[in-house]
Nanobody, 119 residues
Framework: QVQLVESGGGQVQPGGSLRLSCAASGSIVNIYAMSWYRQAPGKQRELVAISTSSGNTNYADSVKGRFTISRDNAKNTVYLQMDSLKPEDTAVYYC?????????????WGQGTQVTVSS
């Protein structure tokens, strides 16, 4: 089993920055892609950014140039640096990873962390 613990959410004014962290723990054999999703009230969950095991990254058009995903493989941790935040970035942000454990290869979700962008 793999557990994901997120941190770093909060409230910030428009134009501000936040850094989210997501640490994976448990009986991990290997972690493949790690990604961030978000879900705003009344909307579907959407992919924000993804980091593959080979180091490739991809972003939603709405966050390109403002958000940066990175990972520390030694710590099984993925980060999301969010700059120039806008009110429309307000959402619950979820970490997701595909990982191999003693149970095989599965997808795992974090508990979510609230990000609120408001003046």
């Amino acid at each position: 089993q793999v557990q994901l613990v997120e941190s770093g959410g909060g409230q910030v004014q428009p134009g501000g920055s936040l850094r989210l962290s997501c640490a994976a723990s448990g009986s991990i054999v290997n972690i493949y892609a790690m990604s961030w999703y978000r879900q705003a009230p009344g909307k579907q969950r959407e992919l924000v950014a993804i980091s593959t095991s080979s180091g490739n990254t991809n972003y939603a058009d709405s966050v390109k140039g403002r958000f940066t995903i990175s990972r520390d493989n030694a710590k099984n941790t993925v980060y999301l640096q969010m700059d120039s935040l806008k009110p429309e970035d307000t959402a619950v942000y979820y970490c997701y990873c595909a990982a191999k454990s003693a149970l095989g290869v599965n997808g795992y979700w974090g508990q979510g962390t609230q990000v609120t962008v408001s003046s």
